[in-house]
């Protein structure tokens, strides 16, 4: 209870002074100086000085000293900017096991754009079996002496797993580095190597600015490297098998643009069979044709009898059936009329 | 063999109906004695149109074109009064003369299809020489074939599907005798004088 009381009283103190607050009134005194002009607001800002220089009459030109007047404009010269990555940022490119498959350790990426690429790499690193790790660089850094792509494989990653270390240079992409780890350098030969890094520069400079340039490098590098699996895993091999594979010199990657034509080139038995059956099936339509044209213009003609006539008739005495029709519901076969007039007298 | 009054089986050489004597005499003092004159197609109804004519030649035509030694007629009319469609179908293919049929191809060789209009009947009456191929049971199932299109009123499309089945009827009929000419032909009371030449 306490406490409650000793808040209720603070307020009650308090309700008092804020009615005191409120704008201040203009005294009158004030107020018919102010309407005279003898009273310029903001007048005691400027100093007794400045007011004394604006009441009076003469206007002095203030000028400057000569020596400080004549004195050269100093332009700063732009600092310029060090090519050499910060020390401080060496251990964590280069001496360092990579924290994930996308390491900015200059945080030169915004929060979300870093997020953006992770995420992406993360995917691809699920669907595919060559993890694909990517280091960001400014435009116009250089790597320390002693430094380099294929060191930093070399010292942090397994040449057992099928990798893919990309040093990207943000805003300049045709700078972009790429070393896959020995166990793809086994499996694939230098050109389709040097193909998935040449496709995603091409992809990146379609872009203007460096995020974008970005994104677009990394999605085309994830492409490129999926169709590298692909080609790999056609020749019954894995990359994680542990097993070498070559992709043969005369069997170029797989276009995106492949259409049905190679794919049943590629499969002969299919091809045959579809061979086969574009020949067969026309020229069993055709005789099929002829057969129903022959038909058609078929003449028959039935050999010539003789017989006695019939009931003195001399032409026909061939009486044949006599069908009803003005049934709609009743089948043919129940309005057959084969009622015998012969008691009816004609 | 039918009669044509008494529906009772007679003798392929019957002079005379031996149940009820019928002769197609009895048909002329019925139907009258004089020979009529009549187009192979003669619609004295007066249910087709002018448009539907013309197919209707061309698919009587068609047929005999198949089957040069034979014709078929048509003939739609209101016989309310003829007691009986079979006899008058009889009496007619017996008594009538085609004029727009060849010489060539006498009575009978002919298929008479008749279709009362009024009675809503049809019936066939066909030659000697269709005999030992045509029946009192193939000809109803070659008018069953039009039965749907009669009962509405649809001739023309009826008796296209009459005369299609009939050729359908008659193929099956020329196989048959090509491989046993004599037994086919005495079926019908008919034997054979001389083997035509079969085209294929």
Redesign the interface.
């Known amino acids: 209870m306490k406490p409650a009381v000793i808040l209720t009283g603070f307020l009650a103190a308090l309700l008092p002074a804020q009615e005191d607050l409120g704008l201040p009134d203009w005294e009158d005194e004030e107020l018919e100086a102010l309407k005279s002009g003898e009273y310029v607001p903001g007048s005691s800002l400027m100093g007794t000085l400045a007011r004394e220089i604006l009441d009076s009459e003469e206007q002095e030109v203030i000028e400057l000293d000569p020596m400080i007047r004549d004195l050269p404009e100093e332009i700063p010269e732009p600092e310029e900017l060090s090519k050499l990555l910060g020390e401080e940022f060496v251990s964590s490119y280069f001496h360092q096991p990579p924290e994930g498959f996308l390491n900015d350790p200059q945080k030169l990426l915004t929060t979300q754009e870093y997020r953006d690429r992770e995420g992406f790499l993360n995917y691809h690193a699920r669907d595919t079996d060559i993890d694909c790790y990517l280091y960001l660089f400014d435009d116009p850094q250089e790597l320390p002496a002693g430094e380099s792509l294929e060191t930093l494989v070399k010292s942090q990653f397994d040449p057992e797993r099928p990798v893919a270390i990309v040093f990207y240079y943000l805003g300049d992409p045709e700078r972009s580095q790429l070393v896959f780890s020995d166990q793809v350098i086994e499996a694939v030969n230098q050109d389709e190597r040097a193909k998935v890094l040449r496709m995603a520069i091409e992809e990146a400079l379609e872009k203007s600015d460096p995020s974008s340039q970005l994104d677009s490098f990394s999605i085309q590098l994830s492409i490129r490297l999926f169709w590298l699996e692909k080609v790999v895993a056609k020749g019954g091999r894995s990359l994680l098998a542990g097993r070498q594979f070559v992709l043969p010199e005369d069997e170029p990657l797989a276009e995106d643009g492949d259409g049905i034509w190679e794919s049943l080139v590629r499969n002969e038995l299919l091809f045959y069979g579809l061979m086969v059956a574009a020949i067969l099936i026309p020229a069993a339509l055709l005789g099929i044709l002829g057969r129903w044209i022959a038909d058609k213009r078929r003449v028959y003609l039935f050999p010539d009898a003789e017989g006695s006539p019939l009931l003195e008739a001399p032409h026909a005495a061939g009486v044949g059936g006599v069908l009803s029709f003005a049934s709609a519901t009743a089948p043919p076969s129940s309005q057959k009329k084969d009622d015998p007039d012969y008691l009816q007298k004609m | ?8 089986k ?1 003798h ?6 031996p ?2 004597g ?6 002329d ?2 139907f009258g004695t004089e020979e009529i004159s009549l187009q192979k197609f003669s619609d004295l109804a007066g249910v087709f149109r002018m448009k539907d004519r013309e197919p209707m030649r061309k698919v009587m035509e068609g047929f005999e ?6 014709f078929v007629s048509i003939c739609l009319g209101a016989f309310e009064e003829t ?5 008058y ?2 009496w007619m ?2 008594r009538a003369s085609f004029t727009d049929v060849d010489l060539d191809r ?3 060789t ?1 298929i ?1 299809i008749l279709v009362d209009v009024n009675g ?25 074939a039009g ?1 749907p299109l ?2 509405q009123g649809n001739y023309p499309g009826a008796l296209k599907a009459v005369i299609q089945k009939l050729e359908a009827i ?2 099956k ?2 196989r048959k ?1 090509r491989k046993d ?1 004599e037994s086919v ?1 005495a079926q ?13």
Request: contains cysteine; charged residues 15%; proline residues 6%.
């Open positions: 063999m039918k009669c044509p009054r008494c529906e009772q007679i392929p050489a019957a002079t005379s109906c149940h009820c019928f002769t197609v005499r009895h048909a003092e019925v074109a198949k089957f040069p030694q034979l007691k009986s469609l079979r006899q179908g009889f293919l017996n006498p009575n009978a002919g008479l809503k009947n049809a019936s066939i009456t066909y030659g000697y020489a269709l005999m030992p191929y045509l029946d009192e049971d193939s000809t109803f199932a070659a008018l069953s039965h009669f009962l008659l193929i009929g020329w005798v000419p032909l019908g009371g008919q034997s054979l004088k001389t083997v035509g030449e079969v085209q294929k």
